[in-house]
């Protein structure tokens, strides 16, 4: 783990011709026919007492969303963290994520559903497949920020969720780890400045135990030792609640003006 963290600052910029050839050795790997492959899921769902102030939260994202390989639907990251506002709210959750998707993905299928949904919170889970996929850090970040743009403009606050460090994931070849990890750095940056160029937009702190756990512990991820366990979603959701927390309090703030 330690080593792998190391070696990249040395790794110099990959022309294109090389970047394609890691693309397609990612893609390779992610499609292994020796281990498990599980379906998307749909995490949507009413919770806690109808008679209560309702709080709607509209996700758009990628597969950080709908969950291969969890178990119970319940043990989904975004599930475990409205779980604390069901005491005093009814929280309606609509996912609209697609297993798979890139920012450019949401904006084409995702993103018009989210708005006219006018949510109270707003959840942007994307960027591991711009980066695993060969998308430029530019690119994401202009569409990154489209997605939340549109979503600030109607909701009462905007979550982006980032990412943690895609060379962790044990599927993947060994060779490719170091280039992953500096992908990931630079697309969480970039969520990150995007986040910050927003008013009403929080970043979710990534680079703490979301970034070293999953190096540490391959129980956190799924029998297709690509996607996040029960377990791993877990750590999401405990390092998710203070951006949610903050976000919730932004929202009331806005509606109660």
């Not at 460090?165 to 990890?181: A, F």
Request: proline share 5%.
């Amino acid at each position: 783990m330690v080593i792998a963290k190391r070696v990249v600052a040395s790794i110099p910029i990959i022309p294109a011709a090389a970047a394609a050839f890691v693309v397609g050795q990612v893609l390779r790997a992610a499609h292994r026919s020796d281990l498990p492959s599980f379906p998307n899921q749909d995490v949507s769902g009413e919770f806690g007492d109808p008679d209560l102030p309702s709080l709607t939260i509209v996700a758009v994202g990628d597969s950080s969303l709908t969950a291969p390989g969890v178990e119970q639907l319940d043990n989904v990251w975004i599930r475990r963290v409205i779980r604390n506002y069901t005491d005093r709210h009814h929280v309606r959750l609509v996912s609209l994520a697609v297993g798979g998707s890139k920012a450019g993905d949401i904006i084409e299928g995702q993103l018009a559903t989210a708005v006219d949904f006018h949510p109270d919170i707003a959840v942007v889970s994307v960027g591991s497949n711009d980066a695993i996929r060969g998308v430029r850090v530019a690119r994401y970040a202009r569409e990154l920020d489209h997605i939340v743009t549109r979503l600030e403009e109607v909701s009462g606050s905007v979550i982006v969720l980032g990412m943690g460090d895609l060379g962790s994931i044990p599927r993947l070849p060994h060779s490719l780890r170091p280039y992953l990890t500096r992908r990931s750095l630079a697309f969480n940056d970039a969520a990150r400045e995007v986040a910050l160029r927003h008013p009403c937009a929080i970043k979710v702190y990534t680079r703490g135990r979301i970034w070293d756990a999953f190096w540490e512990d391959r129980a956190l991820f799924a029998g297709d030792m690509f996607h996040a366990s029960d377990d791993g979603h877990e750590v999401f959701g405990t390092e998710a609640a203070a951006a949610f927390e903050a976000a919730y309090a932004m929202s009331r703030s806005r509606i109660d003006r």
